[in-house]
C-alpha cells in the first residue's frame, strides 16, 4: 500500500536556525514527489516537483532533494514568515487500474519565532 | 489569472440538512480535485475530473456524496443527508494536466451540527 509519512509532526526554530524536514514514502512507481505549503485557512500552496532521485529544487530560502525512499525539504535561515504547515505528496505512473491521484502526507508544522 | 473559487468559505447547518459546495477552477485547467481535509486523516481526495468526467471516485466516503461538473467552469459537491462527522474543511483543486502541480483553493469549512 502506498504511503507518506512526514517527521517531525511540529518544529520550533529560531530565526535564523536552519534545518530540515522529512517526507519517507513507500509507492510503487514514483512518478513524482510534490512539496506544498499551507497556511492557516487557505489552501495549499505548490513549491517544487521532483521527479527522479538525485534532483534538487530551490527556492528562496527552501531546497528540496529526493532520493529513492526520501525527499528533505531544508530551509535554510528561515524566517518568521516561514512559518506553516509542509506538506508533501506522492503521485504514481499512472496505467490501468491506477489514476495517479496524489497521495499526501500528515504534514509539518513548522514555527519560527523571530 | 484569479486562482480556483471556491464558495460558501464557511457553511453551519444542521444534521440532516442538505450541503452544496461550489468550485470555479482555473481557466484552462482540465482536471478538477475534490479534496477533505482533517485532523485525524490529513487530505484526502475525494473525487477527480478530466474534461467535465469523473475519473475515480474511490474516495468518495459514501451514497451520500455526490459530485458533479457540468461544464468545465464549475463544479458542485453536495452532502445528503449531512452528518457531524462530515464536518471538515473541503478543498477544490484544478491542474492543466494529471501529473502538473495541482492548484488549490482556500476551502470551505464545514460544520454539522
Known amino acids: 500500500e502506498d504511503q507518506v509519512t512526514q517527521s517531525p509532526e511540529a518544529l520550533r526554530l529560531q530565526e535564523g536556525e536552519s534545518s530540515s524536514l522529512n517526507c519517507s514514502y513507500t509507492v510503487s512507481g514514483l512518478r513524482g514527489l510534490f512539496w506544498y505549503r499551507q497556511d492557516p485557512g487557505k489552501g495549499p500552496e505548490f513549491l517544487f516537483t521532483?521527479?527522479?532521485a538525485g534532483e534538487e529544487k530551490e527556492k528562496e530560502r527552501l531546497k528540496a532533494t529526493l532520493t529513492k525512499k526520501e525527499s528533505f525539504l531544508h530551509i535554510t535561515a528561515p524566517k518568521p514568515e516561514d512559518s506553516a504547515t509542509y506538506l508533501c505528496?506522492?503521485?504514481?505512473?499512472?496505467?490501468?487500474?491506477?489514476?495517479?491521484?496524489?497521495?499526501f502526507g500528515q504534514g509539518t508544522t513548522l514555527q519560527v519565532k523571530p | 489569472d484569479a486562482g480556483v473559487i471556491q464558495s460558501p468559505r464557511h457553511e453551519v447547518t444542521e444534521m440532516g440538512q442538505e450541503v452544496t459546495l461550489r468550485c470555479k477552477p482555473i481557466s484552462g485547467h482540465d482536471y478538477l480535485f475534490w479534496y477533505r481535509q482533517t485532523m485525524m486523516r490529513g487530505l484526502e481526495l475525494l473525487i477527480y475530473?478530466?474534461?467535465?468526467?469523473?475519473?475515480?471516485d474511490s474516495g468518495m466516503p459514501e451514497d451520500r456524496f455526490s459530485a458533479k461538473m457540468p461544464n468545465a467552469s464549475f463544479s458542485t459537491l453536495k452532502i445528503q443527508p449531512s452528518e457531524p462527522r462530515d464536518s471538515a474543511v473541503y478543498f477544490c483543486?484544478?491542474?492543466?494536466?494529471?501529473?502538473?502541480?495541482?492548484?488549490f483553493g482556500d476551502g470551505t469549512r464545514l460544520s454539522i451540527l
Open positions: 505528496a506522492v503521485q504514481r505512473f499512472y496505467f490501468s487500474g491506477n489514476t495517479g491521484k496524489l497521495i
Open positions: 483543486a484544478s491542474s492543466r494536466e494529471k501529473g502538473q502541480p495541482q492548484h
Open positions: 475530473f478530466n474534461n467535465n468526467v469523473p475519473i475515480d
Open positions: 521532483l521527479y527522479s
